[in-house]
């Protein structure tokens, strides 16, 4: 965990020395914003979209402008790379305003502390193991997805209580027999939005269906290129808002987000869910799409 | 702002040096939980309930059988007022998870970081200035509370977005003429809640009225002061629900948090309010309330 090397601010520095001031905000009051990337064979997948997200997420802050250019951020997620020596790797780079004094109104002029880690973690792709060891154990939470009116659903923030009540609510309830790893979470009328950290797909019918952007969740770059994906295998693809009884009737459901790529669902709720057909496709092209942008010229 | 002496964990430590690891949950997530407290001539302001709320926010979050006892942070608080030479000061403690590995769902056995600092705050009371400057100017805003289904109200946690973003709609909407310096936050069904970082008073119809503490928001402990000390008076207290209308039509408003203490609201929505008699009463004996509990034997 303290191994390696982290880029903080501009510079390269051991990991057991990368901290920050107690006073930064991002510290104070997670007043700030990340990503998180894979890298497969030195080449960062996805760059520009988890670069323009980082952008927009600055922008609802009222930050961005103070935010070094998505070129910059680029240079160093390499650099961290390289000087870890790593091909294959999760990366995260995360924004915040910056250390200020202490009130919680922003102060003009912030200098944001911008933080690059990176580690180790195997491509898997189409002949090697995924990252996940098992198709996901989904569990319904109580607690609810903040809504979009009290903070922005598509920001991606360094606020994530939310997902982590959620994921306490699985431990809290785990057994030496029976233990989820994904929660379920919905909004106040029920309505099934995405897992805690993963975007949500069930095959229902012969279409693909997943909650809609225009929902409370957070539209994920991997959700955005399964769905592509499926487009041009010319499978029906629908989004738009479901209850929990179309995700456990599901024929098959799987979990996406960039570290689990497209991760099977096993069991909803208890209920077995069949691995089939669909999933076993989109996981397949999804190792193709790394395979032509992160391995061909 | 990086002056004096900070407590981390369990040493006091120049505040140039006062940094915690980049992979610290509380910069990567907001996973934990603070206090702000008031010292007045060197002692701490209603530290017993402070003590309490901190302990319940831990217990929400999981961690608190790893948090040092009230005891133990009562000498820290108290020993980095002492290192700082301060008798009336600001006060903010604050407890994250600690450092641990890249996923969201918790490890068991967590080594929180626990984190005091302390600057001067003149304590104002009965003869000198208040630490706010005017009666505050309020606006009411787009952003929504969070509600409690999505992060429990009561907890006081490192996740402080949704009250930035208030304050920042603020900021946006400041001109040379007007600047509100607090938010006020609705729920959902346009219930009138709290402040970003206060509660809210209004005098009404010869009663003293804020919103109950069963709807989603932080009851705060100066909150519970006031109400105590308006029973004292024998006062009408009511706690209930009530809409922008109420706030805007009231007699006297003022708003409570640690640090501004009672403040006085001069502006609701740009409409002009009357500094009354009973915001003046109420002042008197809370300044009163801290003379007997932090000066007399």
């Not at 323009?52 to 961005?64: K, N, P, Q």
């Not at 961290?80 to 102060?107: F, H, S």
């Not at 995924?130 to 997805?145: F, H, I, N, S």
Request: charged share 30%; with cysteine; aromatic share 6%.
């Amino acid at each position: 965990m303290s191994e390696g090397v982290v880029h903080l601010n501009g510079e390269l520095v051991p990991a057991e020395e990368a901290a920050v001031s107690v006073h930064d905000r991002g510290l104070r009051y997670g007043d700030g914003a990340f990503e998180t990337l894979r890298a497969y064979g030195g080449r960062v997948f996805a760059w520009e979209a988890h670069a323009a997200r980082l952008e927009r997420t600055c922008e609802t802050l009222g930050f961005a402008d103070a935010v070094p250019s998505a070129a910059t951020l680029q240079d160093r997620v390499l650099a961290t790379l390289e000087a870890n020596d790593l091909a294959d790797a999760y990366v995260r780079v995360t924004i915040t305003r910056g250390e200020q004094a202490g009130k919680l109104t922003p102060a003009p002029d912030p200098a944001p502390t911008v933080i690059v880690v990176a580690r180790s973690l195997p491509r898997g792709g189409l002949a090697g193991d995924p990252v996940w060891d098992e198709p996901a154990v989904l569990q319904t939470v109580r607690t609810r997805r903040i809504p979009d009116a009290a903070i922005p659903a598509d920001a991606k923030t360094l606020n994530y209580l939310n997902g982590i009540l959620a994921r306490l609510e699985l431990q809290r309830a785990a057994t030496d027999e029976f233990a989820a790893d994904e929660a379920v979470m919905r909004d106040g009328e029920d309505t099934v939005l995405e897992g805690a950290t993963s975007n949500l797909f069930v095959v229902d019918g012969g279409r693909l269906l997943t909650p809609s952007a225009e929902l409370d969740l957070l539209p994920g770059i991997t959700r955005e290129i399964v769905l592509e994906l499926a487009r041009e295998e010319d499978f029906p693809v629908e989004t738009g808002r479901f209850g929990l009884d179309t995700l456990r009737d599901a024929d098959e459901a799987f979990l996406t987000n960039t570290t689990w790529e497209v991760r099977p669902v096993g069991v909803v709720d208890g209920i077995d869910l069949e691995r089939g057909p669909i999933t076993s496709l989109l996981r397949r092209r999804y190792a193709e799409r790394v395979e032509a942008a992160c391995y061909e010229d």
